[in-house]
């Protein structure tokens, strides 16, 4: 893997998603394989927008390695309030830190960071755009519950300003994957999107109803209709609750489907799925240290 920054899934070749996720199985058998390999070295944490599982994980990780992590804080309490803009922010946190992790309301704002610093920046989610560190733990957790190849997943929600599915959709394209996307309508996937799983030769299809190919899944990846990205309420209200996944819901489905989630969840899923088999999205959580500890292991790494 030899990248400055991981910035976006596009960027990623099949090579690199196996290092990251090799590494990761290492250090999730046998933690304290991690040993001090980046003892005194910090990891900044700059979130302009809020997160539990990213930051927290992203902070675990740093400190399994041996490291620590400096936190910029909430927005309110920065010089961000002042006015000060994303390129001063980040030239100074450079000076503090070995590597950044930047989560912004901006989509390519963490393209635009990494033009300012000399330290690896990774992007932990940008707008509408990507989150690349989510979807190596996603591709995690499908490997380990269905592998990698020959394999069907149904991605489905919130696909027009989902991050998360627009990464992972990229990453898929260097498997032998088919893709399922269901949606409302007015929630499908943009048409840039669809024109690069199209040029990159993708099995893609888009469906209004999960019924008629739940039956065929391995993968069920969930995602919640994001209120906040939504420029209008009106538009928000006419998809909230639209779908809705229950105990009920997968009693066609295979015995072994991985239902996922990337969290925080709303009703897209019922509690009452929790209790089931097919329930991966808490293990798929907890699989974000492991992999970003594989991430940062090698961003870091000078050689």
Do not use: W
């Amino acid at each position: 893997m030899r990248h400055d920054h991981l910035l976006t899934a596009k960027q990623l070749s099949r090579a690199d998603i196996e290092t990251v996720l090799d590494r990761a199985a290492t250090f999730d058998d046998d933690p304290a394989a991690a040993g001090e390999r980046h003892a005194d070295e910090l990891l900044a944490l700059c979130f302009f927008e809020p997160s539990t599982r990213t930051k927290m994980s992203f902070e675990t990780a740093a400190k399994r390695l041996g490291g620590d992590v400096v936190d910029m804080g909430s927005v309110e309490s920065s010089s961000v309030k002042k006015g000060e803009s994303l390129a001063d922010t980040v030239r100074v946190v450079e000076g503090y830190a070995d590597g950044i992790v930047l989560r912004h309301p901006k989509q390519g704002a963490a393209k635009m960071a990494s033009e300012h610093v000399d330290v690896p920046v990774v992007n932990a989610g940008d707008g509408a755009g990507h989150h690349p560190s989510q979807t190596l733990l996603d591709l995690y957790t499908i490997r380990e519950h269905a592998g990698l190849d020959d394999i069907s997943i149904g991605i489905m929600g919130d696909l027009k300003y989902g991050r998360t599915v627009h990464s992972l959709a990229h990453a898929l394209t260097n498997f032998d994957v088919h893709q399922h996307f269901v949606s409302p309508e007015s929630l499908r996937l943009p048409r840039s999107v669809r024109y690069d799983l199209h040029e990159a030769g993708a099995q893609v299809q888009e469906h209004d109803s999960l019924d008629a190919v739940l039956p065929n899944l391995d993968v069920l990846y969930v995602t919640r209709i994001q209120r906040e990205r939504f420029p209008d309420e009106d538009e928000y209200e006419a998809v909230a609750g639209e779908y809705s996944i229950t105990p009920e819901t997968l009693e066609d489905a295979k015995d072994d489907l991985a239902v996922m989630h990337p969290l925080p969840r709303v009703d897209e899923i019922s509690a009452a799925v929790d209790e089931t088999d097919n329930a991966t999205y808490f293990e798929q959580a907890h699989n974000g240290v492991p992999v970003r500890m594989a991430l940062l292991d090698l961003l870091l790494d000078d050689d």
